[in-house]
């Protein structure tokens, strides 16, 4: 069979494989994309998915970018302005408003599914690049300047970089014998569309309660999505419960905010972990999103990093081609492997200590002196703001507003 030749080969066509599929094939490389499933046809007539993230003003901006931005934002997303914390012990609760630090917004509420069709379509549509799919990857190997991806369908890609991304369960990682530290929080995120009897007037509102945080995230039609964090032994407890009894329960966690829960659709729960690999890089591949990295979802950042992995390898490897470089050579792949590094683990081992504060009751005393101390510093707030938002300094280009027209000029 005939061998084909592309500058880069990404090996999953999730929310961040696709993303970074379209911003390096819209950047002139030749791109192969790898994927086993379609993903369902997005259906704006459904009821809402039970799966959402809060897509950062960095992630819409980088979005934006690969062309997917527009078809997400032109369905039910909802935007957010205000972000409200509370101490379960905590009565004066830490507001965020995007007004105050000169922001449009703090970030938007997106279905997942809508996500993963909209930057699906935009990949399969505009004919940039070649899709294999369903495709995926049966082993690879390097030889020379490329390496050699053979295909379970039998295709052979020869490129000059590959790319997992791949999941959690990374086919790639394993196949580059790259180690994971795992740490298993014996917690579930249990998840579920809820209305209470005030609409979501557009509020991202979390409570720290013992034993984990409950998040209510707002829907286009002012019901909210909740995402409820709780040890795994309750959490199965309050999946047996009947809806009359769940309802009572998340009232009392939700100490009344929005007045009484109206009702509850169907619900699902998660195990939460947190994965980080000992490197992102090596031998002409590089592991981006969640093959590389799983955060716990306490800041709701996990599909941020993987779209700023997406953009920050993108910058570097338009960076290399206008430099006359090459895109897969080992000096390219360590300052990817430490900028993004460092940027996933201080983001993960953030939300860790976060998770341990809030988590013990006899560390209340600290907490509240926390909160307050962020309260009367409006420094702190913006530095926090700055990383939830993905706007710091050390974010990519793509998504602090430099497009890739901007990026490509010598």
Same mark, same amino acid.
């Given at each position: 069979?005939?061998?084909?030749?592309?500058?880069?080969?990404?090996?999953?066509?999730?929310?961040?494989?696709?993303?970074?599929?379209?911003?390096?094939?819209?950047?002139?490389?030749?791109?192969?994309?790898?994927?086993?499933?379609?993903?369902?046809?997005?259906?704006?007539?459904?009821?809402?998915?039970?799966?959402?993230?809060?897509?950062?003003?960095?992630?819409?901006?980088?979005?934006?970018?690969?062309?997917?931005?527009?078809?997400?934002?032109?369905?039910?997303?909802?935007?957010?302005?205000?972000?409200?914390?509370?101490?379960?012990?905590?009565?004066?609760?830490?507001?965020?408003?995007?007004?105050?630090?000169?922001?449009?917004?703090?970030?938007?509420?997106?279905?997942?599914?809508?996500?993963?069709?909209?930057?699906?379509?935009?990949?399969?549509?505009?004919?940039?690049?070649?899709?294999?799919?369903?495709?995926?990857?049966?082993?690879?190997?390097?030889?020379?300047?490329?390496?050699?991806?053979?295909?379970?369908?039998?295709?052979?890609?020869?490129?000059?970089?590959?790319?997992?991304?791949?999941?959690?369960?990374?086919?790639?990682?394993?196949?580059?014998?790259?180690?994971?530290?795992?740490?298993?929080?014996?917690?579930?995120?249990?998840?579920?569309?809820?209305?209470?009897?005030?609409?979501?007037?557009?509020?991202?509102?979390? +409570?720290?309660?013992?034993? @984990? %945080?409950? *998040?209510?995230? =707002? #829907?286009?039609?002012?019901? $909210?999505?909740?995402?409820?964090? &709780?040890?795994?032994?309750?959490?199965?407890?309050?999946?047996?419960?009947?809806?009359?009894?769940?309802?009572?329960?998340?009232?009392?966690?939700?100490?009344?905010?929005?007045? +009484?829960?109206?009702?509850? @659709? %169907?619900? *699902?729960?998660? =195990? #939460?972990?947190?994965?980080? $690999?000992?490197?992102?890089?090596? &031998?002409?591949?590089?592991?981006?999103?969640?093959?590389?990295?799983?955060?716990?979802?306490?800041?709701?950042?996990?599909?941020?990093?993987?779209?700023?992995?997406?953009?920050?390898?993108?910058?570097?490897?338009?960076?290399?081609?206008?430099?006359?470089?090459?895109?897969?050579?080992?000096?390219?792949?360590?300052?990817?492997?430490?900028?993004?590094?460092?940027?996933?683990?201080?983001?993960?081992?953030?939300?860790?200590?976060?998770?341990?504060?809030?988590?013990?009751?006899?560390?209340?005393?600290?907490?509240?002196?926390?909160?307050?101390?962020?309260?009367?510093?409006?420094?702190?707030?913006?530095?926090?703001?700055?990383?939830?938002?993905?706007?710091?300094?050390?974010?990519?280009?793509?998504?602090?507003?430099?497009?890739?027209?901007?990026?490509?000029?010598?």
């Amino acid at each position: 069979m005939k061998n084909l030749n592309y500058d880069v080969a990404i090996i999953g066509a999730g929310m961040v494989g696709a993303t970074l599929a379209s911003l390096l094939s819209r950047s002139g490389f030749s791109v192969a994309l790898v994927e086993a499933f379609e993903p369902r046809a997005f259906d704006a007539d459904a009821e809402v998915g039970l799966r959402v993230s809060a897509i950062s003003p960095g992630s819409s901006a980088i979005l934006d970018q690969a062309g997917a931005w527009k078809l997400i934002s032109a369905q039910r997303v909802r935007p957010y302005r205000r972000m409200q914390v509370e101490d379960g012990v905590e009565l004066d609760p830490l507001l965020f408003d995007a007004p105050v630090f000169n922001l449009e917004s703090l970030g938007t509420i997106v279905e997942n599914a809508l996500l993963q069709w909209s930057v699906w379509k935009v990949v399969t549509g505009g004919g940039l690049l070649d899709v294999f799919c369903p495709d995926s990857i049966e082993g690879m190997e390097l030889c020379g300047e490329k390496n050699r991806v053979v295909l379970k369908s039998g295709k052979i890609l020869n490129a000059s970089l590959v790319v997992g991304a791949d999941g959690s369960a990374s086919r790639v990682r394993k196949i580059m014998g790259v180690r994971q530290d795992h740490h298993a929080y014996n917690q579930h995120g249990l998840v579920a569309v809820v209305g209470k009897q005030k609409p979501n007037p557009g509020v991202a509102w979390q +409570r720290f309660l013992a034993g @984990g %945080p409950l *998040a209510f995230l =707002p #829907l286009a039609d002012g019901r $909210s999505s909740i995402v409820w964090t &709780r040890p795994s032994v309750e959490a199965e407890g309050l999946m047996a419960m009947d809806t009359g009894t769940f309802s009572s329960e998340l009232d009392q966690a939700s100490s009344g905010w929005l007045g +009484r829960v109206e009702s509850v @659709g %169907p619900r *699902a729960s998660f =195990p #939460l972990s947190m994965r980080l $690999s000992e490197c992102y890089a090596s &031998r002409r591949t590089v592991l981006i999103g969640d093959a590389a990295h799983v955060v716990h979802p306490l800041a709701g950042q996990g599909v941020n990093l993987g779209f700023a992995d997406a953009a920050a390898l993108t910058e570097s490897l338009i960076a290399v081609r206008l430099a006359g470089g090459d895109i897969g050579s080992t000096p390219v792949l360590h300052k990817y492997d430490r900028w993004r590094r460092s940027e996933s683990e201080a983001m993960a081992f953030g939300m860790h200590g976060l998770r341990s504060l809030f988590g013990v009751e006899s560390l209340s005393p600290l907490r509240r002196a926390g909160m307050l101390l962020v309260k009367r510093s409006w420094t702190i707030r913006d530095m926090f703001l700055q990383r939830a938002t993905g706007l710091a300094k050390n974010a990519p280009k793509l998504a602090r507003g430099i497009t890739l027209r901007e990026l490509m000029q010598p």
